[in-house]
């Protein structure tokens, strides 16, 4: 099953921006960034979905400008105790897909993000969530600091 991505105006994205609490820079105009939403309301649209999400928080205390810091995966945090959303009334969350690295960075709703995984690793129904996601080969210039550690943990993998 593959995710029906609708097209997006930057704006859809760039109209949320006070909700996007990691380092970013807004600098869509000098990228090829492009936006596009979906609804995933289908376990197996969820599985294709979080399978590249990785989270702006760090595997063993580390942070950002901690060299060779490890991102969690989605699903790696699932399985650890986190604390719950503020609100499950609007499911919405903003990712960054970087298109060469095959990377997903979630910059807000993380927490949700996380509930809709524990539920879909419990074998439970999944609750739908609108993503608005901005995506292009460059995104790890707009969203630097915690694009550093994925690209060079990319590199070294290879």
Known sequence: MSIAW????N???LSRAHD???GWTRDFASTDTQVRTT???KR???AEFAKDC???WYKQG???DVLWSQNYTLSERARERFPPPRSTREMTAMTAYHTLLGKRLVVDGVKRSLTVERAYQHNKAITPITIIECFGTQVHAIFMPDYLNLVANYRNSR
Do not use: Q
């Not at 609708?6 to 105006?9: I, N």
């Open 6 to 9: 609708r097209p997006a105006l």
């Open 11 to 13: 704006n859809a994205f």
């Open 20 to 22: 996007i609490t990691v």
């Open 39 to 41: 609804v995933i309301a």
């Open 44 to 46: 197996e649209e969820w």
């Open 54 to 56: 990785y989270l702006p």
């Open 62 to 64: 580390g942070n950002w």
